[in-house]
């Protein structure tokens, strides 16, 4: 799932005329989960919607596209600090 939403953003964004490099930001950004998977995960855990291994799961999920966004965009910056200067 994770790699159809960034070939969808990705190919959204090229369309639009984004440059490859930033099109890739774009779709790295828009995958990460953050906070509302989190809340997500809780509510539909505490209504019983979703077991324990599936609420570990959503969780465990949102922490790491999270991570590997902060990581993502610390290597973009390092590369190509004027990228990010705009």
């Known amino acids: 799932m994770a790699s159809t939403k960034l070939a ?6 090229r369309a639009a005329g984004a440059a490859l490099g930033r099109a890739l930001d774009y779709a790295v950004a828009m995958n990460t989960r953050g906070g509302p998977g989190i809340v997500l995960a809780s509510v539909a855990h505490a209504a019983g919607i979703i077991d324990d291994r599936m609420f570990t799961a959503l969780v465990l999920a949102s922490i790491l596209t999270s991570f590997a ?3 993502w ?3 973009r910056l390092a590369r190509e600090p004027e990228r990010f200067a705009e």
Do not use: C, K, P
């Open 73 to 75: 965009f610390r290597w």
């Open 69 to 71: 966004t902060g990581l």
């Open 8 to 13: 969808s953003v990705l190919v959204a964004a």
